[in-house]
């Protein structure tokens, strides 16, 4: 998989609830270019979160593509997800789409690529991005302690992100979580 920097997106799915959350940071070149940027939104009549990584008009174009499938697919999340992958991998004009995909619904948790992935992650937690391998391991970390700790979904992505945005240059503490 190609490993996208600019973002971290990341996924927990903890006690019936998902969240999902990103950081504000766009950079261009080695230039921060803007602070608040939302890489992370509901679709589908607010009942999927899906978080993006990479060129911004491409996850936003793939993002539109999910949500017409989701419409054909009656909300199908994991129909619709195979059906985008299969389009991103197969068609001309998709296949140069710079991005990756998490989206996520209330049982249902999936990494979406252009090389045809669609993941559904063992554990409750998935992170992409170039913070995605250190959100990932401090989610899977937090989890272990996240009722002693009295943390829900929302804040265990919180405080994973908080740490990844202390050691990626590409990651800011200006997050968007969305919650399901």
């Given at each position: 998989m190609t490993d996208f920097h600019g973002t971290t997106i990341l996924a927990v799915r903890y006690n019936g609830k998902v969240a999902v959350a990103g950081d504000g940071q766009v950079t261009l070149n080695d230039a921060v270019i803007k602070h608040q940027a939302k890489k992370v939104r509901r679709i589908y009549?607010?009942?999927?979160?899906?978080?993006?990584?990479g060129a911004t008009a491409d996850a936003l174009n793939l993002?539109?593509?999910?949500?017409?499938?989701?419409?054909?697919?009656?909300?199908?999340?994991?129909?619709?997800?195979?059906?985008?992958?299969?389009?991103?991998?197969?068609?001309?004009?998709?296949?140069?789409?710079?991005?990756?995909?998490?989206?996520?619904?209330?049982t249902q948790m999936l990494l979406i690529s252009g090389n045809g992935d669609v993941i559904e992650p063992d554990e409750g937690v998935i992170g992409i991005g170039s913070g995605g391998v250190a959100a990932h391991a401090a989610a899977t970390a937090l989890l272990k302690y996240a009722e002693s700790l009295e943390l829900d979904a929302a804040g265990i992505v919180r405080q994973s992100m908080e740490i990844v945005a202390g050691l990626c240059v590409y990651t800011n503490n200006v997050f968007v979580i969305e919650e399901i």
């Open positions: 009549n607010d009942r999927i979160a899906v978080g993006f990584a993002s539109e593509r999910l949500e017409g499938k989701l419409e054909r697919y009656n909300g199908n999340l994991i129909r619709a997800a195979v059906e985008l992958a299969r389009d991103w991998r197969t068609d001309k004009y998709l296949r140069r789409l710079e991005a990756m995909m998490i989206a996520v619904d209330a």
